[in-house]
């Protein structure tokens, strides 16, 4: 698969402070589809530099996407950021708190850029921010938007909702992937996780951010077809095929009304199992290179 392919299918997306070797030593290591070296809120203003030093140091050739999030266009630190990417291999740049003023800043050439969507403005232009032709997905940043809009501090379900929503159709409308979810703040609580994911999954989202790597397996897991998914989709597609071959445009299957619309759903299933499955394989292949 090639990055373009694996940005589009990728469930889990690893953050790691940028400046802290360790960290990202294993983070490579964790099974997540990408790790996001972040040189925003997770490095201290007087280590951002040295962030973005072990960045350019340590970006292996193979494994897991590579994206990097660089500070705010609105801070001091964004110039530098974007400065040092412009020389590097990079698989996709992630640009906090997104609007459509500062992907002009970003400008139109260079790698794909993931848009985090995590502020009340930037929420209300998230087609906008979608369309630019360099945004591959949209991310919800739960911690800053519900700071920003005094959600309570364990916000879940009911306050997520509305921009879960948002982020889903405007996607969709912009024709790019379906989005990443929030970050699940409780490090110690991959149930709590789990919850979170299954639920954003029934909603239309994509896959998935992480900070800490036991979230990662619960977020691969939720966000790939399963197994019964899989069989199920398998047997629409089978029931439809041979409807039409007998000039019906309807099937039966498990008790339920087969369609186009329907079938359209069961190939995205069998679409989505493929990927994962050869992304796991191109990273199994890569870790055993290594
Ligand atoms: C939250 C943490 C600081 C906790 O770290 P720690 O106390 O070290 O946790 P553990 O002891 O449980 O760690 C066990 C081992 O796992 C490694 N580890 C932990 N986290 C990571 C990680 N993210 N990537 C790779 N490896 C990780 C530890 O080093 C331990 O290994 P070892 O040393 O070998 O024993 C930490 O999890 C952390 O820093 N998380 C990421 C923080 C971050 O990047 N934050 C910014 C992104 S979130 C955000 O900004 C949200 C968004 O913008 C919004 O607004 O919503
Ligand atoms: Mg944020």
Redesign the pocket.
Known sequence: MDVTERLRAARSL????AD?R??VA??WT?GADAVVL?L???VAPARKQAGRQLVSEVLPATGPLRIVRVNGTDTPWAAEDLRMLDGMSVDAVML?KASPESLSAVGDEGPPVIA?V?TAAGLRRAYEIASHARVVALAL?????GAELSWAEDAAAEELLHARSVLVVDSAAAGIRAPFD??HLA?GDPEGARVEAERARRLGLGGK?C???RQVPVVNTVFAPSQREREWAARVVRALDEALELGSAVAVVDGKLVDAPVARRARATLRAAEAHSASSVTTSKEAQCN
Do not use: Q, T, W
């Open positions: 690893l953050f790691v402070p802290d360790r960290k294993r983070a964790s972040d925003e809120d997770a906090p985090l995590e940043g739960g911690a800053d938007l929030v970050v490090v951010l900070v800490h790597p």
